[in-house]
């Protein structure tokens, strides 16, 4: 199977797929309520941002795609931050809740929901790992 560049739609998908098969994300997940917005900020060679739409409900996702447009949503959670902080996430070289804390990444949204769920946010991580990803820097 081809890499699959991070960030794109085929990408996104296969990041719902994995989270859709994962027992482990499905019971770390099980109390979540909420959607998100992934914004990847420009940063060197990746010159305009990226909105990763995905719905997570119950230890499902039930959507993901790329936003063209970050008004075609308005999801409960947004975490944004630049390319390089992102790609450390996605091959699990930055926990994502440690980069919330140092203002590596930033949230808008229910911070104390997303403390409560610390397992479900490592499952996510878990997931990027196994789709076999190419960067753009």
Same mark, same amino acid.
């Given at each position: 199977?081809?890499?699959?560049?991070?960030?794109?739609?085929?990408?996104?998908?296969?990041?719902?797929?994995?989270?859709?098969?994962?027992?482990?994300?499905?019971?770390?997940?099980?109390?979540?309520?909420?959607?998100?917005?992934?914004?990847?900020?420009?940063?060197?060679?990746?010159?305009?941002?990226?909105?990763?739409?995905?719905?997570?409900?119950?230890?499902? !996702?039930?959507?993901?795609?790329?936003?063209?447009?970050?008004?075609?949503?308005?999801?409960?959670?947004?975490?944004?931050?630049?390319?390089?902080?992102?790609?450390?996430?996605?091959?699990?070289?930055?926990?994502?809740?440690?980069?919330?804390?140092?203002?590596?990444?930033?949230?808008?949204?229910?911070?104390?929901?997303?403390?409560?769920?610390?397992?479900?946010?490592?499952?996510?991580?878990?997931? !990027?790992?196994?789709?076999?990803?190419?960067?753009?820097?």
């Amino acid at each position: 199977m081809a890499k699959l560049r991070f960030g794109s739609d085929e990408w996104v998908q296969a990041l719902r797929d994995e989270l859709n098969t994962s027992q482990a994300y499905e019971d770390a997940a099980k109390n979540w309520e909420g959607d998100f917005y992934f914004v990847v900020d420009p940063e060197g060679a990746v010159n305009e941002s990226m909105y990763l739409y995905m719905d997570l409900w119950h230890g499902k !996702c039930r959507a993901a795609f790329v936003a063209k447009d970050k008004s075609a949503k308005t999801p409960a959670f947004v975490m944004s931050g630049p390319y390089s902080k992102w790609k450390k996430v996605v091959l699990a070289q930055l926990d994502p809740i440690q980069a919330l804390m140092t203002g590596q990444l930033k949230l808008k949204g229910n911070m104390v929901m997303v403390m409560k769920n610390v397992k479900a946010a490592q499952e996510i991580v878990r997931a !990027c790992t196994r789709i076999d990803t190419e960067f753009e820097i």
